[in-house]
C-alpha cells in the first residue's frame, strides 16, 4: 500500500509557479520517481475592496483585483523525494501545501 504525498502549489505569478513545477518535475524524473501531474485548476479570479475612503464625499479606491493559479502534483511512493520537496525554501510568492494518504491497490482483497 502505498503513501500518496499530494502537492498544492498556489501562486500569484503564473510563470513562476510553473518554475517551480517544472523543477519539482525535472528532479522525480532525474530520480526515477513516479509523479502524477502537474495538474492544473482554473485560475481564480479574486477581488478585495478598498474601504479607505478619499474625500468628504466618501469615494473610494478601486477595487484590488488579482489572480491566483494552483497546480497539484502526486508523488507515489517515495516518501524521501517527497520529505526532500517539502522541506526546501521556495521563492517568495509560491505557497505550497502537502497532504500524505495511504492508498490500497484495487483488488488487494483490504
Do not use: C
Request: zero cysteines.
Amino acid at each position: 500500500m502505498p503513501f500518496v504525498t499530494t502537492l498544492t502549489l498556489t501562486s500569484g505569478d503564473r510563470h513562476r509557479l510553473d518554475n517551480v513545477v517544472a523543477d519539482i518535475k525535472a528532479r522525480a524524473e532525474r530520480k526515477g520517481v513516479e509523479l502524477k501531474g502537474p495538474h492544473p485548476k482554473p485560475p481564480e479570479e479574486l477581488r478585495v475592496p478598498q474601504s479607505k475612503t478619499l474625500g468628504p464625499d466618501g469615494d473610494r479606491f478601486d477595487p484590488w483585483n488579482y489572480t491566483v493559479y494552483t497546480r497539484t502534483i502526486e508523488i507515489v511512493g517515495y516518501e524521501t523525494f517527497a520529505r526532500e520537496v517539502t522541506a526546501e525554501a521556495f521563492p517568495a510568492g509560491v505557497h505550497v501545501e502537502a497532504g500524505v494518504e495511504q492508498r490500497t491497490q484495487f483488488g488487494s482483497g483490504s
